[in-house]
Structures are given as structure tokens and as C-alpha cells.
């Protein structure tokens, strides 16, 4: 009987653990289940996902500073300066100091047309996004750049006339 009790604590201590190796097979088939799930890629990960999202953005914008800075974010550096130009000469022309993205109105942003296709064409760190909405001429190009880990909108903004100086000042 004492023989009988040994063998039967082998075979419970296999049993146990290939329990414990079933309970981690499984307990690591979660964590990579989870991990893929969570493992999105980001918005601005393409360039069609840049123009797609910051689209989004925009039409979310009506005054919010936060929503007006997640849009600020997926533009490009030169398209950031040029809004801080504009935000640091308005500061100073009014003496009430404005945040760059604050330089994206709502009224400003009008879609031409509703997308409902956009396609990429990558060349090294610059892409061309061709939007198309649902008629023949209903098509724009818009340009990104990859910067900062990410692609960005590299919207073209008129640039910033010199600045005016008064007649007779030294500033």
C-alpha cells in the first residue's frame, strides 16, 4: 500500500505540473492576445492616416484649445512655425498673447468635398495623399512629410508678409 501511495503522489505531481504548464501556456496566449490588440498602429502612422485624422480633428474643433492642439500635433514642423509666426505677431500687435493652435479657426476649416478614398504615394520622407469624394472632380492632393516619428500634414500656408515697422521707430 506504501508503494501504491508513492506512485500515486508521482503521478498527482505531473498531473499538477503539466497544470501549471497548461495554466501558463495559456496565461501567455492571453497576454499575447492582449498586447496584439492594444498594439493599434497610431493615426499618423501613414500618411493617408495623418490626412485621415487630422481631418477628424478639424471637424471636431469648434473653440476647445485641446481639440485645436490634438490637430496642431499632426501638422508638419514648417506648417507649426508658420502658425507660431502668425500666433507671436498677433501677441504683439494686440498685446494679448495667443497659443499657435489657437491660430486654427473652426470657421476657417470648410471640406470642398466629403473623402471617401485616400491613397498615398510614398517617396522617402515625403508622401502626396490623393483624397477623392464620391464625384469625378471632387479630388485633392495633400502633401505630408515624416518628422518627429510620425507623419505630418504639411499644409501650405501663404507665407507671412515682412513685417510693417513705423516711420521713425526703432523696433
Known sequence: MAVHRQGSR???RRAASRLRGVG???ALSLAALASAGCSRRPPNGTPDGAVRELIARLRQLHGD???AKAAFE???RRARDNLA???QRYSAATGKAIAPEAMITPSRFLLRFEPQRYVAQIAGAHALVDVAGLLP???AQ???VYEDAGWRVDLALPPLPPEQKRPGSDL
Open 24 to 26: 501558463v501556456a495559456i
Open 142 to 144: 495633400v502633401p505630408c
Open 74 to 76: 499632426l501638422l508638419s
Open 10 to 12: 508521482r503521478s498527482d
Open 137 to 139: 472632380g471632387e479630388r
Open 65 to 67: 484649445p485641446a481639440d
Open 85 to 87: 509666426t502668425r500666433a
